[in-house]
C-alpha cells in the first residue's frame, strides 16, 4: 500500500511514468529541458528536480540513468559536445544534492536520437536530459510525525525530523528550517516544557560535531526567546547509534538531535500564530589557515565548498560570515576575511546574498594561536 501511495503521489506532482525495473523496483522518468544552446539548469527545471528529490530521497535510489540530447540546429559534433555539458551539468546538480556519483549511468547523443518533431514548433522538446532513477520502494522511511502533533511526555526522548545539516558541519540544510519552527512552537505551546538536546553523528567518533549540532538547536531556541534555563545540549558522538550503518538510510537515521523531554506539566498557552523570518546562528568547523599567513589549508577550502554549496542552491536566505581576532592580530585576521570572500566569490556563490566581516573577540572566548573562530549568521529575506 506505502508504495502504490507514494508512486500515486508521484506521478500527480511530476507527470512521470513508472514502470517495473525487476521484481521488487520501480522506475521514475524524468526530462530536463535545456534553452537553446544552453546546458544551464534554468530555476523552473532546478524546482522540477527538486520536486522529484522531495519524493525519492537518494537513500532508496539504487541507480540513476542520465541522458543528453540536442535539438538538429547546429553540426553534430557541436551538438554531441553540448548534449555532454548538459549531462555534466545535470549529474553536477545531483551530486551537490546528495546522490553518490558512483550510482550513475550516463550517456550523450547530440541530436541522434530525437524523441519529437525538429519542426521549428517542436524541436525545444528536443533539447533535453532524460533521466531514470530506479528505486526500491521498501527503502521509503515511514513518514515522520510533525513535532506539533506529539504530547512531549516526561522521559520521550523524540529525533527531530527532517533535520539535516552541510556535510562535516552544525550548519542546518535550509529544508530542516520547518523542523526547527515546530520544535519552536512546541516550546511556546508547553512553557513547563524541559528538555535535553541530544546531539549525534555517524561513521566515526566527531564529539565537537555531535556537540555543536545540538548547541545550534539550543541556540536556535534562546535566539526565539525561549529561556535557557529550561533547556540544556551534549553530545554523544557515535556512541548512540540507532542502526549498524550497514546501508546509507541508516548512517543518515544515526545523524540526528533528539529531545529528551526532562519534565512537562502538560499546561498550554496560546502560540502566536505569526510566522517569524529565520535567524539562526552556527558555527564554521574545520576552516583552518596556514601558521602567519591568510591561505587556507586544503582541507578548509573544502569545508567551504560544502558550505558554498547549499548557499548556492538555497533561496531567499542571507549569509553573513563572521570571523573573531581571537587569535589577538586584527590585521592578520582582516586578511583571513579577504580571502574567505575571495574564496566564496570564486566558488561562484552570489556576492548579493553574502557577507563576510571580522569581529573582535567575545566576552569568554578563549585566545588561539592560529585558528580563527568563525560564525555563520543565516537570515531570511522578507
Wanted: net charge neutral.
Amino acid at each position: 500500500m506505502k508504495q502504490l501511495i507514494f508512486i500515486s503521489l508521484l506521478a500527480f506532482f511530476l507527470d512521470v511514468h513508472t514502470h517495473a525495473q525487476e521484481a521488487g523496483d520501480s522506475i521514475f522518468n524524468l526530462e530536463v529541458n535545456f534553452d537553446l544552446d544552453s546546458f544551464t539548469l534554468t530555476s523552473a527545471e532546478k524546482d522540477k528536480v527538486d520536486s522529484l528529490l522531495v519524493l525519492v530521497p537518494f537513500t532508496v535510489v539504487k541507480k540513476v540513468e542520465i541522458y543528453g540530447h540536442t535539438d538538429s540546429l547546429a553540426s553534430m559534433e557541436y551538438n554531441r559536445s553540448l548534449s555532454k555539458r548538459r549531462v555534466q551539468s545535470i549529474l553536477s546538480y545531483l551530486v551537490y544534492q546528495g546522490l553518490d556519483p558512483l550510482k550513475v549511468d550516463a550517456d550523450y547523443y547530440g541530436e541522434e536520437r530525437p524523441k519529437y518533431s525538429n519542426s521549428p514548433d517542436q524541436r525545444y522538446r528536443n533539447r533535453r536530459c532524460e533521466l531514470s532513477f530506479i528505486i526500491d520502494p521498501s527503502r521509503l522511511p515511514t513518514p515522520d510525525q510533525r513535532l506539533t502533533d506529539l504530547p512531549f511526555n516526561k522521559g520521550d526522548k523524540v529525533r527531530i525530523p527532517n533535520l539535516n545539516f552541510v556535510g562535516n558541519q552544525p550548519i542546518p540544510m535550509p529544508a530542516s528550517f520547518s523542523s526547527l519552527e515546530d520544535l519552536l512552537r512546541v516550546m511556546q505551546k508547553y512553557p513547563d516544557l524541559r528538555i535535553e538536546l541530544h546531539g549525534h553523528v555517524c561513521c566515526g567518533n566527531d564529539y565537537d560535531l555531535s556537540v555543536q549540532r545540538a548547541k545550534m538547536v539550543y541556540d536556535f531556541l534562546v535566539g526565539n526567546g525561549i529561556e535557557s534555563s529550561r533547556m540544556s545540549f551534549e553530545g554523544f558522538s557515535n556512541t548512540q547509534p540507532l542502526f549498524s550503518e550497514r546501508t546509507d538510510k541508516e548512517k543518515a537515521l544515526n545523524r540526528r538531535v533528539e529531545v529528551f523531554v526532562v519534565s512537562n506539566t502538560g499546561r498550554t498557552a496560546p502560540v502566536k500564530a505569526e510566522q517569524r523570518a529565520i535567524d539562526l546562528r552556527a558555527p564554521v568547523l574545520g576552516v583552518k589557515f596556514f601558521p602567519q599567513k591568510s591561505r587556507m589549508y586544503p582541507s578548509a577550502d573544502f569545508m567551504i565548498t560544502l558550505v558554498a554549496e547549499m548557499m548556492r542552491e538555497s533561496k531567499g536566505l542571507s549569509y553573513e560570515f563572521v570571523m573573531f581576532d581571537n587569535i589577538n592580530n586584527q590585521r592578520l585576521t582582516s586578511a583571513r576575511v579577504a580571502s574567505l570572500d575571495r574564496t566564496l566569490s570564486s566558488m561562484q556563490v552570489d556576492k548579493n546574498i553574502y557577507k563576510v566581516r571580522s569581529s573582535p573577540k567575545t566576552e569568554g572566548m578563549p585566545d588561539a594561536d592560529n585558528l580563527n573562530f568563525l560564525m555563520l549568521k543565516i537570515t531570511e529575506i522578507k
